[in-house]
Nanobody, 122 residues
Framework: VQLQACGGGLVQAGGSLRLSCVASGRTFSGLAMGWFRQAPGKEREFVAASSRYSGNTYYADSVKGRFTISRDNGKNTVYLQMDSLKLEDTAVYYC????????????????WGQGTQVTVSS
């Protein structure tokens, strides 16, 4: 599975961005998809995930109510809509996939995209 993420950029606090991640190499509906982020000097942390087939969604408490994960199986794409961005959301955002149960733990994901930088300014 190959993952290509895009959509990062520089945005002011309170603004919005939408990240996209296109997957190839496997039937997309059968992939559990996750978004993680890593800020400088910090460990990679879970942001949001979408289970395979049902598309059930899961969020970290820090982004609940502000971020929305969605998927378009016809386009092999998972999105992360980020609203009401805060300074602490600044990080490199990664999409990840696995062919089994959705997880909130990075080590459970088999495939990773290259990361896209999100910078929130004051």
């Amino acid at each position: 599975v190959q993952l290509q993420a895009c959509g990062g950029g520089l945005v002011q606090a309170g603004g919005s961005l939408r990240l996209s991640c296109v997957a190839s190499g496997r039937t997309f509906s059968g992939l559990a998809m996750g978004w993680f982020r890593q800020a400088p000097g910090k460990e990679r942390e879970f942001v949001a995930a979408s289970s395979r087939y049902s598309g059930n969604t899961y969020y970290a408490d820090s982004v609940k109510g502000r971020f929305t994960i969605s998927r378009d199986n016809g386009k092999n794409t998972v999105y992360l809509q980020m609203d009401s961005l805060k300074l602490e959301d600044t990080a490199v955002y990664y999409c990840a996939a696995n062919g089994a149960v959705v997880h909130t733990v990075a080590r459970e994901y088999d495939y990773w995209g290259q990361g896209t930088q999100v910078t929130v300014s004051s």
